[in-house]
């Protein structure tokens, strides 16, 4: 079945510094959701990418999604403590079920 | 926008008993609603997919005799864990598939804890 990996796992940045997680499907996709949750929270949608090589940006957050429809980047640029959590991709093959990607636990030091 | 609604958003049953959870849309239909669920630190893992009016298409490994999926009208889908055991305790979440469209629309979860 579809695999939807993401990496790292782990990141602990200090606060100002850059992070990015990647994520890989082993299908061609549809299109691409990106999600933070919160320790305790539920996942808050942050976007989603439809288009090959299409990027979107919100604030200090840029979103790309792959030429091939296979891949997705989230880049946070001067990372806050704010943005201390899990950020997860939900890749849809067109089907409208959504396979959550393994997360990247964001940890920020200050 | 449109709302997904999960209750309850927190409950503790007894080992043994059944526990039910319902994912409404508030003010649109949706024709697919989605069941996930996550462990402690884990992601979340797609259990079922919700049709209206027909039965619900589970994941394999999951246990559709353990996990009732109903899907009654356009608004509505509830997922009944029964005979619960505390290995079932865990974060629920549903999402709503606008009917016609290509959006989908995540609840707020539901943490269930067996006792």
């Known amino acids: 079945g579809q695999q939807v990996m993401q990496i790292p796992q782990y990141q602990h940045v200090q606060e100002g510094e850059d992070f990015t997680t990647y994520c890989n499907s082993s299908t061609t996709l549809s299109n691409i959701q990106w999600y933070k949750q919160r320790p305790g929270g539920h996942p808050v949608f942050l976007i989603q990418?439809?288009?090959?090589?299409e990027v979107k940006k919100q604030k200090r957050l840029t979103f790309q999604f792959g030429e091939a429809k296979k891949n997705s980047s989230l880049h946070i640029t001067a990372t806050q403590t704010t943005d201390v959590g899990t950020y997860f991709c939900a890749a849809d093959s067109g089907t409208y079920k959504y396979i959550f990607g393994t997360g990247t636990r964001l940890k920020v030091l200050a | 926008g449109a709302v997904v609604s999960q209750h309850p958003s927190r409950v503790i049953c007894k080992s043994g008993t059944s526990v039910k959870i319902e994912c409404r849309s508030l003010?649109?239909?949706?024709?697919?609603m989605f069941w996930y669920r996550q462990f402690p630190k884990k992601s979340l893992m797609l259990m079922a997919t919700?049709?209206?009016?027909?039965?619900?298409?589970?994941e394999q490994g999951v246990e559709k005799d353990k996990f009732l999926i109903n899907h009654a009208s356009l608004t509505l889908s509830t997922l009944t864990v029964t005979s619960a055991h505390p290995e079932d305790s865990s974060f629920y979440i549903c999402?709503?598939?606008?009917?016609?469209?290509?959006?989908?629309?995540f609840g707020e979860g539901s943490w269930l804890t067996v006792v």
């Open positions: 003010d649109f239909q949706a024709t697919t």
């Open positions: 919700s049709n209206e009016g027909s039965k619900a298409t589970y």
């Open positions: 990418l439809v288009k090959s090589g």
């Open positions: 999402s709503a598939r606008l009917s016609g469209g290509n959006t989908i629309y």
